[in-house]
Structures are given as C-alpha cells and as structure tokens.
C-alpha cells in the first residue's frame, strides 16, 4: 500500500539544472531517513545524497556543492535540486525511504521509486 511516486527527471545540456520529486503515500507512521541513489549502465548503484528526517544531509563527494537535498515532511516528500550537471551524472535515479508503518513497530523497511531517468549531453 505504500509507494513512491518519483518525478522530474529528462534531457539536458550540460551546465544545466533539474529538480527531481519523490512523494510518499499510503499508510505510514513515521518516515526515517530518506534518499536518492542513481544507477548507470554498466555500474552499481550509489547513494548520491541522504537526509535525516531532522533535516541533516550528506553527499558522495562527486555531486557535494552541485546538488542539494530537502524535504517536506507534511508532504512526505523529498527533493532533489541538480545544477550543473555533467554527462557522467547520466543515471535512473531512485528515490529510498526508510519507513515505520505503525506505532508500535519497531524495525522499518526501506521503499523505492520507480526510478526517473536523467540524460546529460555535452
């Protein structure tokens, strides 16, 4: 019953920007940490940036100071902000929650998007 609905991703230039979405629904109790990871052809797929749901964030070295994180707790609803993109960001991106279902719960189980695609051309 829970899903992540991701949107945002497309073609552009290198240089250029992209705003990726990702929301939550369904039934859920509390969302812990939340992310994106982005998988190329050929490669494993990495986390690019994390956020607490306290808002504390981190990112792999390779997108530090070009990319930026958030969230909107009341939507349930993480973002990711691309700006200067380059060719070898080319990926799917996948947005992950960690999320609790009930109160009482006491582990969490990590939910996916269904991945957007984001093209970088020079």
């Known amino acids: 019953q829970v899903q992540l609905v991701e949107s945002g991703g497309g073609l552009v230039q290198a240089g250029g920007s992209l705003r990726l979405s990702c929301a939550a629904s369904?039934?859920?109790?509390?969302?812990?940490?939340m992310g994106w990871y982005r998988q190329a052809p050929g490669k494993q797929r990495e986390l690019v940036a994390g956020?607490?749901?306290?808002?504390?964030?981190n990112y792999a070295d390779s997108v530090r100071g070009r990319f930026t994180i958030s969230r909107d707790n009341d939507k349930n609803t993480v973002y990711l902000q691309m700006n200067s993109l380059k060719p070898e960001d080319t990926a799917a991106y996948y947005c992950?929650?960690?999320?609790?279902?009930?109160?009482?719960?006491?582990?969490?189980?990590?939910?996916w998007g269904q991945g957007t695609q984001v093209t970088v051309y020079s």
């Open positions: 992950n929650a960690e999320i609790i279902l009930r109160p009482t719960d006491y582990i969490a189980y990590n939910y």
């Open positions: 369904g039934s859920i109790f509390r969302i812990n940490d």
């Open positions: 956020i607490t749901s306290g808002g504390s964030t």
